[in-house]
C-alpha cells in the first residue's frame, strides 16, 4: 500500500524566510502528487499538483514543488514566505492506473510564519 | 459557482447510535469521495463513489459505508458509533475524469460521547 511521509511536523520561520517542505512517497509506479494546504478555519485547498511532465510545478500564492522520480521525493518550496503562510500542508499522492481520486496524504506540516 | 456543502457541520452522538452525513457536491462534478481526519491518523481515505457506484474503499470496517444519488449527491453512514468515530470528516468532489483537481467542503464535525 501507498504511504506519504512528510518529515517536519513543525516548522516556525520570520517573515521572508525562504521554505521547503519535505514529502516521500513509496509507490515505484505511476503517481499524480498534489500539495494541498489548510488555512486556520478554512477548507482543504490545492496549491499545485504534478500529472507528467515538467517535474518543476508551479502553484497558487508563489509555491512550487519539484518531482524527482529517482527519490520518491515531491518537496514543497517558497522563496520567501509571509504571515499569511501559516497553515497546515498536506502532501498527497495518487497511486496506480485504477486509484480513481483516492488520495493517501501525509501527516501534514504545520507551519507558523512569525511577522 | 457554490463549493462543496456538508450537512450538517456539527453533530454530537453518543456511543452506539447511527449517523448519517450528506455532502453536496459541485455542480457537474460525478465523483464525490470521503476522507476521515483526526489528530492522530490524520487524513485518510474511506470511499470515493463516481456514478452511484463505489470505485474505490478505504481499509475501513463495514459500519462505514456510503452511497450517491443520481444528482451526485452522497452520503456517508457510520453505524454503532464508538468514541474513536469523532473526526473531522471532508467530502471532495471532482469532474468526472480522475485527473482533475478535487474540490474539499468543510466537513462535519462528529463527536461520540
Known amino acids: 500500500a501507498q504511504s506519504v511521509s512528510q518529515h517536519n511536523h513543525h516548522v516556525i520561520l520570520s517573515e521572508a524566510a525562504s521554505l521547503e517542505l519535505g514529502c516521500n512517497y513509496s509507490?515505484?509506479?505511476?503517481?499524480?502528487l498534489f500539495w494541498y494546504v489548510q488555512y486556520p478555519g478554512q477548507h482543504l485547498q490545492l496549491l499545485l499538483k504534478y500529472f507528467s511532465g515538467d517535474p518543476l510545478v508551479k502553484g497558487i500564492k508563489g509555491f512550487e514543488a519539484e518531482f524527482i522520480k529517482s527519490k520518491f521525493s515531491f518537496n514543497l518550496r517558497k522563496p520567501s514566505v509571509q504571515w499569511s503562510d501559516t497553515a497546515e500542508y498536506f502532501c498527497?499522492?495518487?497511486?496506480?492506473?485504477?486509484?480513481?481520486?483516492?488520495?493517501?496524504f501525509g501527516g501534514g506540516t504545520r507551519l507558523m510564519v512569525k511577522p | 459557482k457554490a463549493g462543496v456543502t456538508q450537512t450538517p457541520r456539527y453533530l454530537i452522538k453518543t456511543r452506539g447510535q447511527q449517523v448519517t452525513l450528506s455532502c453536496s457536491p459541485i455542480?457537474?462534478?460525478?465523483?464525490v469521495s470521503w476522507y476521515q481526519q483526526t489528530p492522530g491518523q490524520g487524513l485518510q481515505f474511506l470511499f470515493e463513489y463516481f456514478s452511484e457506484t463505489q470505485r474505490n474503499k478505504g481499509n475501513f470496517p463495514g459500519r462505514f459505508s456510503g452511497r450517491q444519488f443520481s444528482n451526485s449527491r452522497s452520503e456517508m453512514n457510520v453505524s454503532t458509533l464508538e468514541l474513536g468515530d469523532s473526526a473531522l470528516y471532508l467530502c471532495a468532489s471532482s469532474l468526472a475524469d480522475s485527473s482533475n483537481e478535487q474540490f474539499f467542503g468543510p466537513g462535519t464535525r462528529l463527536t461520540v460521547l
Open positions: 455542480s457537474g462534478h460525478r465523483s
Open positions: 498527497a499522492v495518487k497511486s496506480g492506473w485504477n486509484a480513481g481520486n483516492m488520495l493517501t
Open positions: 509507490y515505484g509506479g505511476t503517481v499524480n
